[in-house]
């Protein structure tokens, strides 16, 4: 990513990657915000300048260090270095609100968020994982900030703990000649190349994700693949039958041995159906009244008989491919 004007507060100079981001796109217009929480000239813009907003970049520094418990892949989810992404796919639940969830938010105080970390992990009675990338995603930050491999090697400073990030991006080599210690899980989501090109739109494609899989399964790291979200299109046992296909084929014997397989079908929102109408009008329509019912506050989930169909279709699919002991849960 290369951007296209830079929104800053100005005490994020008074740290190392800020002086650092500075002298890298000293080219390229700065202006100074007082929040990167609130600015108020993208607050007015349009729907239709949802794409011309993802290619700004905000920088700031991150006052908010609550962590979440979870219980899936990571004990607690962690805000940390990043929030929100240059892709644009159109279903992102980082998306709630587009004119201040859609560009890519970068926090430059990745020294105080990792101190907290590391004594949190510590002051721990067991060994806990941390999932550091719901907010965004870390390898495509990497490609700005060179943040992860500063962060493996100052977490594995700690004495226990792990850390997990997702990512639909195949920029890995950075991470591939570290020294882990066997404490980082990767992840990476795949779909259907078919919903990668018209939905998760600036993504890695299918067959690049499985490349870097590979090689991080080759780098000995732990390595899980999500299939998700699971997107229930007409034909969508047939894209998901080849996508299946394609793992099975491309992926390597010791990645096949190690995985574990997340699964979460889709949830919509009338937020992401208003932006996607006036900034993707020839998109695909995702929200279907016939599948979906409501659930919350103006969010979509697939109506439980057709949830059921799809869970047990795809359970049954990839345990044909892959045995029975793959799929960690459903969601």
């Known amino acids: 990513m290369r951007p296209s004007k830079i929104y800053f507060e100005p005490s994020v100079l008074d740290y190392a990657l800020g002086k650092q981001l500075q002298d890298k796109y000293q080219d390229i217009e700065w202006v100074p915000i007082e929040s990167h929480n609130n600015i108020e000239e993208l607050r007015t813009k349009s729907n ?17 260090h609550k962590y979440s418990e979870n219980y899936k892949v990571s004990d607690y989810l962690v805000p940390y270095t990043s929030s929100g ?19 890519l938010r970068i926090f430059v105080n990745r020294e105080q968020m990792m ?5 949190f992990s510590e002051k721990s009675e067991k060994e806990l994982t941390f999932e550091i990338g719901s907010n965004s995603d870390l390898i495509l930050e990497n490609t700005i900030t060179n943040n992860l491999p500063w962060t493996i090697e100052n977490f594995l400073k700690s004495k226990k703990g792990n850390i997990t990030f997702p990512t639909k991006f195949n920029m890995v080599d950075p991470i591939l000649n570290i020294d882990h210690k066997g404490r980082v899980i990767f992840r990476m989501s795949v779909n259907p190349q078919y919903i990668i090109s018209d939905i998760e739109i600036g993504t890695a494609s299918l067959r690049h994700r ?9 780098a000995d790291y732990k390595v899980g693949i999500l299939i998700a979200p699971v997107i229930l299109l007409d034909n969508w046992k047939e894209l998901y039958s ?11 014997e010791k990645m096949k041995k190690q995985m574990f ?4 079908f889709m949830t919509y929102s009338f937020v992401h159906r208003k932006i996607n109408n006036e900034a993707f009008p020839d998109a695909i329509e995702l929200y279907s009244s016939e ?26 699919e990839v345990e044909r491919r892959f045995g029975k002991d793959k799929i960690l849960y459903i969601s």
């Open 291 to 316: 599948q979906m019912t409501g659930r919350g506050m103006g969010k979509y989930t697939y109506r439980p008989n057709i949830r059921e169909e799809g869970e047990i279709w795809i359970r049954e």
């Open 242 to 252: 080849e996508m299946l296909d394609m793992l099975v084929e491309g992926l390597s």
């Open 210 to 218: 499985i490349e870097a899989i590979n090689k991080m399964a080759e």
């Open 261 to 264: 397989i997340e699964i979460i």
């Open 48 to 64: 239709t300048e949802f794409v011309n907003l993802k290619h700004l970049l905000i920088l700031g520094t991150r006052k908010t």
């Open 85 to 103: 992404c240059t892709a644009m796919c159109l279903y992102c639940y980082l998306v709630c609100n587009y004119n201040k969830c859609s560009y």
């Open 115 to 119: 101190d907290r970390l590391i004594k």
